[in-house]
């Protein structure tokens, strides 16, 4: 702390003030906090934003290590993505439990240090563990602005600017959808906007589930394929639907949905009794990077008068790009689409728009309640700008700006820019500076790295067959010894600190890297650092 900055005499140590001083004085030393954010912003920018993704303070050997198979020389990158540590260690360093009496600036500031130092750091260019990754600043700064203003998103009176601003990026982002008109909210991730699409799919074509509930209603039934997110399970078994009536449709090789599959799933529930509602595709799987076929899908649901949702979370961002949107051929004769800008824009977590074509008012006729402390009828402005009765939460984040500021900085031009430069990695690239296909075809070069199927999105699915199981492909135990390769190099690359890389099974398929580069800061020598680690790593195995 800077030295004249002392705490007013009358608050304690713990924050509360004195019994003697009363109430006439404020309960918290403004000085005092200010001079404490200051300083906890500095390290916040020192060790969050530039050390969690620098990309060249280097320490170590410059060559390579074990010989990779890469362009050229690459060091060891500083610091660690992560530093392993057992919870119980982990528990112990942080000193996690409350006390009864403050801690002084000092020490808070060094627990600032220890939870950045000790957590994830998910914007450096080595994490690729998840469909999120990197920092955008211009999203940062939006991100900080917004818990400073600590606004809740219910009502104009409250929060004038976002209710303008979340309107505006709604509005694009349904233009882009291929609506000119509509409606939407920003919601709290992708899952929830799928539960809201079945929501108020199921107000739409039976209104009285809202007042008499499940009770009133037929059994109902929907599809989504194989392939679907988690979510629509988990929406179906929160509404009150049931698991056992979500009908998984068969998909191809590549994860799509078959259309011919969908045909027959809504008659077979038909001829048992069941009232077909609802349709959820996919544009964006979550393992292979699937887009089913939206045009063919929206033809069944069209002739059977279905709801048809688009979860576009994953792939969404994807329309931004002319290069690239044609996955998406079809997603403007959805009903609802939810897209995730926080994956592929790197947005920051969260941002996740459910957007609808219904001009109607059915989110509000859907969700609203009318709480007269909030929504009153006769206030002074137009009450059509408190958008928070269009959803079940009450107190809502604003969620708009660090998109906005973003969107302001770098314009649709450079979104689509960041969504070409993601494709360019893994697909078929226009970039001079990025050979086509890159990563894939790195892959396809190096021994040992076997690709589980063609890309068609930015998912880059492979497999690593270390030397000892080399040639051994008709062996009854490979597959299952192979299934042990990606959690044991997984568990490796975390105490190690060097990176990070999901993996999973697939139906029959045993367990292999998923790789998605959805970070900015990436370049091919990181691509190359990533490859020859994970041989580094499982060479011995």
Request: charged share 25%; glycine share 10%.
């Amino acid at each position: 702390m800077s030295q004249g900055v002392t705490v007013t005499p009358w608050v304690t140590g713990s924050g509360v003030m004195a019994e003697s001083d009363g109430l006439e004085r404020p309960g918290l030393d403004k000085a005092a906090g200010e001079e404490f954010l200051r300083e906890a912003l500095q390290i916040l920018l020192d060790e969050a934003v530039r050390k969690g993704t620098d990309v060249t303070e280097k320490v170590g050997d410059s060559r390579r290590e074990g010989g990779g198979q890469g362009r050229g020389p690459i060091l060891c990158l500083s610091p660690q993505v992560c530093e392993w540590k057992e919870p119980a260690e982990l528990r112990e360093l942080l000193d996690l439990e409350l006390p009864s009496r403050g801690e002084p600036p000092e020490r808070l500031l060094e627990r600032c240090r220890a939870v950045i130092r000790h957590s994830v750091r998910t914007g450096h260019p080595h994490f690729f563990n998840q469909l999120f990754s990197g920092l955008d600043h211009h999203s940062l700064a939006g991100r900080l602005i917004t818990e400073a203003l600590n606004t809740s998103q219910y009502t104009y009176e409250i929060a004038p600017v976002f209710v303008l601003m979340e309107e505006v990026v709604l509005a694009k982002l349904r233009e882009l959808v291929g609506w000119s008109s509509g409606d939407g909210i920003f919601s709290p991730g992708g899952s929830i906007s799928n539960m809201y699409a079945m929501n108020v799919a199921r107000f739409h074509r039976f209104p009285e589930s809202r007042q008499k509930g499940n009770w009133a209603l037929p059994r109902l039934a929907l599809f989504a394929s194989q392939e679907c997110h988690y979510s629509i399970q988990k929406g179906a078994a929160f509404l009150g639907i049931g698991t056992d009536n979500v009908r998984l449709v068969a998909t191809d090789q590549g994860g799509k949905m078959v259309p011919e599959e969908l045909e027959k799933e809504i008659q077979r529930a038909k001829a048992e009794g069941a009232e077909p509602f609802f349709v959820c595709a996919t544009c964006g799987t979550t393992v292979l990077g699937a887009f089913d076929p939206l045009g063919s899908i929206a033809d069944i649901c069209q002739r059977h008068g279905l709801w048809l949702h688009v979860d576009a979370a994953w792939g969404g961002s994807v329309l931004l790009s002319q290069k690239h949107r044609h996955l998406l051929a079809g997603i403007e004769r959805a009903d609802s689409v939810a897209w995730n800008p926080h994956k592929m824009l790197a947005v920051g977590l969260q941002c996740s728009a459910f957007l609808l074509r219904d001009t109607s008012g059915l989110l509000q006729r859907c969700h609203g309640a009318g709480a007269t402390y909030l929504f009153q009828r006769d206030k002074f402005y137009d009450i059509a700008y408190d958008t928070g009765d269009k959803t079940p939460q009450c107190g809502r984040r604003v969620d708009c700006l660090k998109l906005w500021l973003l969107w302001k900085a770098v314009g649709t031009q450079g979104l689509a820019r960041r969504v070409e430069r993601a494709f360019a990695f893994t697909r078929t690239s226009t970039l001079p500076s990025v050979p086509p296909r890159y990563l894939a075809e790195e892959v396809k070069r190096r021994d040992g790295f076997q690709l589980v199927l063609e890309p068609e999105f930015i998912n880059l699915c492979f497999w690593f067959v270390p030397p000892s199981l080399r040639g051994k492909e008709g062996c009854p135990d490979y597959w299952p010894r192979l299934g042990k390769v990606a959690p044991a190099i997984k568990e490796r690359m975390m105490r190690k600190g060097s990176m990070m890389v999901g993996y999973q099974p697939h139906g029959a398929r045993v367990n292999f890297f998923r790789q998605v580069v959805t970070n900015p800061l990436v370049t091919r020598d990181h691509l190359d650092f990533f490859l020859d680690e994970i041989e580094r790593l499982g060479r011995d195995l």
